[in-house]
């Protein structure tokens, strides 16, 4: 079993910045890759970014977030992170970190999820 703990959202405003933090505890070394999700009021979970958890660290990225986010890692902490600029209001949602372990895919049932933050960006 892997735990996931979201921390860093708040109200920002539009142009500004925040990072996400997503510590993992168990076995962590389960990891293949760490992604963050996203849902906005009235709309469906939708896919942020993610990164391979190992090897090299290779990210995915959706377009509506290319070039203004970042996804890391830190694995001596267990610590996923998203650096988020350029903010929009559109970008406000429930962000969710989630991890999934070698031989799945985001939509199996098998994965990891955090309970979220709240990210609000005022225009």
């Known amino acids: 079993q892997v735990q996931l703990v979201e921390s860093g959202g708040g109200l920002v405003q539009a142009g500004g910045s925040l990072r996400l933090s997503c510590a993992a505890s168990?076995?962590?070394?389960?990891?293949?890759?760490m992604g963050w999700f996203r849902q906005a009021p009235g709309k469906e979970r939708e896919f942020v970014a993610a990164?391979?958890?190992?090897?090299?660290?290779?990210?995915r990225y959706a377009d509506s977030v290319l070039g203004r986010f970042t996804i890391s890692r830190d694995n001596a902490k267990n610590t996923g992170y998203l650096q988020m600029n350029s903010l929009k209001s559109e970008d406000t949602a429930v962000y969710y970190c989630a991890a999934r372990p070698y031989g799945s895919t985001w939509r199996s049932t098998n994965n990891y999820w955090g309970r979220g933050t709240q990210v609000t960006v005022s225009s």
């Open positions: 168990g076995r962590a070394s389960s990891i293949f890759r």
């Open positions: 990164v391979r958890w190992t090897r090299g660290g290779g990210t």
